[in-house]
């Protein structure tokens, strides 16, 4: 009986079946045992390492139930003839979807990072309370399918909260709970066979809302935003007979205008006239950092023409992975059948959380405190920037979280973005947002989570890094005053 390419280690820390597993496997897809080879018995096998023969056997038992091994029974066991090789691993990680948005999952957010609440801000003991109640109550309910629309009790608290919050007027029924703004796009999609159609999207827009729609075999059709919000007349010139158009008219992202009265109902005119549907992303909900919010656009909506998508991510936690649609009376069964079927509500137990959190009036102290503190801290962002710009930049403050910081045009603001990551700094670059073309290059940077003693550091930092991707050339920043 000939050795075997390899030895066990008894004071390793793998056992030893683990050990032998291993390197018969090893040996059987490196070729060192060839396709063919006949393998001593396990009871041989036992007596030449010095082990025990059900360890062997054990060994044996699990490399035939992955057809390495065959057994012929008097005959023996032997190296299957074509063994499975293992998947191909490749030299490095495969990158992970949208790096400009997400520098990382899982981690404490960076510097100037986007769509993440304040850290610091957030009530997590009372949050990890209610948390542990409602997961202990979640497990001793009886063992059956949840309905797919979301928790009764969450839908019943989003449709109050809308009626208070964002005048928008609807029943529990109407109210769908996602697994995020994007999956309820995907259920829209899909409710309404809108694959093969034109989409209107805002100009500048959210890419990743640009590429969802791409996905879910939309075109989009990119139409400008102005001081006004969507232009809806030129939209209508350019593609009149769009199925959908997906706008952000509480606060357009990234630009911050409201949606004008007068659009907004030439919006919805057009959208009765040609039999298409609106698909509200009102992402920032009531959280409007300069005054009140105005009312959702679905609030005026009287032909049922209008999707209103809301998320948790930017009140709460983006962990949640907890929106919430509303959508017409008329529409509300066939939502409901796509939704049971392809995408049914998450964790009942983080429903019932939220659920609660609104029921007990934490939801709307936590807003108002909210749009306090981010008032106070983009303040604290533009002024700062203000002081140490050069010429031929702008830092623009309205709407949203964020802190927009327009660079010249000889600006790479993309690789900017990247090169700051080495920083612990994660801006947004502007110059994708746009698809119309020439894009502005600029930084948007997030005003939730940045640490104030190192504020004035981390600024000049970043435009350091600006002047060494070539633009910024007509002005030195600096740590004095104003240019």
Known sequence: MSPLPFSIDRDAKASLSSQIYTGL????HQG???????LPSWRDLAVQLGVSRGTVRVVYERLLDEQLLI?????????????IAP???PERSISHPFPDFWPDFGNRPATFQMGVPAQDAFPFKLWARMM????????????????????????????????IARGLQCTADQVLVTAGFSVAVGIAARALKLEGTHAWLEDPGFPLTRRALEIAGLTVVPVPVDGEGLDVQHGIAISDQAALALVTPGQQAPLGMTMTLARRKALLAWATRQNAYVIEDDYMGELQLE??????LASIDRAGRVLHVGTFSKTISPSLRLAF???????ALTFAEVAACLAPAPNVAVQQTVAEFIREGHYLRHLRKMKRLYAA????????????????YAVEAHGGFAVRLILPDDSNDVAVAERALQYGLAPVPLSPWYLIAPAPRGLLLGATNYAERTLRKDCIKLLELVEASGGGRRGQAHAGGPS
């Open 25 to 28: 496997r090893d040996a059987i």
């Open 32 to 38: 060192t045992l060839t396709q063919g080879s006949r």
């Open 71 to 83: 057994s012929r029974g008097a005959s023996g066991t032997w190296v299957s003839d074509a063994p």
């Open 87 to 89: 998947p191909a691993v």
């Open 132 to 163: 542990l109640r409602n997961a202990r109550a979640a497990a001793l309910q009886p063992v059956s399918y949840p309905d797919p629309r979301g928790a009764p009790a969450l839908r019943q608290e989003i449709a109050s909260y809308l009626a």
């Open 291 to 296: 005054g009140r919010a105005a009312p959702a």
């Open 325 to 331: 649609m509303v959508v017409p009376s008329h529409l």
């Open 377 to 392: 801290r983009q303040q604290k962002l533009a002024d700062t920037l203000r002081e140490l710009v050069p010429s031929g």
